[in-house]
């Protein structure tokens, strides 16, 4: 089944003063709770975690379409496939970035850090926790 988000509207941006999760502390916007879906997810496809590369790439597609209401800007990446550092510019969103970092220290997701390979560098995977997957039942349809 596809995945289908709505389009974002002002009222639901990440900056709205009421978000998702409230109830028990935990404060998530709309726009959180998008991306934590986005996660939940690819995340379970993948079945050992969504690499957080490919998270960019879907997060500067989901802003693009007004799906979510994040900023982006270029940022450097660097890639490790056969020993050989390689740098790449992404379009990266510091506020989804935030609200990683904001889900990670809640408990909703993890951050594992995995190898694909011999000669390839450590890659960063997001796995939803147990705490997200309730958290994805309180979020509005």
């Not at 809640?106 to 850090?113: A, E, T």
């Not at 694909?116 to 995977?125: D, E, I, L, Q, R």
Request: glycine residues 10%.
């Amino acid at each position: 089944m596809p995945l289908t988000l709505q389009p974002a509207t002002l009222a639901g941006n990440s900056s709205d003063e009421g978000g998702v999760g409230e109830e028990k502390g935990l404060l998530l916007s709309s726009d959180d709770g998008r991306l934590l879906l986005l996660i939940s997810k690819f995340s379970r496809e993948a079945g050992r975690g969504m690499r957080l590369n490919a998270l960019w790439v879907l997060v500067y597609e989901a802003i693009v379409e007004g799906v979510l209401l994040y900023d982006f800007a270029p940022s450097p990446v660097t890639l490790i496939v056969d020993a050989q550092d390689s740098t790449l510019w992404m379009n990266v969103s510091a506020e989804a970035d935030a609200a990683i970092d904001h889900m990670a220290r809640h408990h909703l997701i993890d951050r594992v850090k995995t190898t694909s390979g011999v000669g390839c560098g450590a890659a960063v995977c997001l796995n939803i926790t147990p705490g997200g997957s309730k958290q994805i039942r309180t979020l509005p349809p």
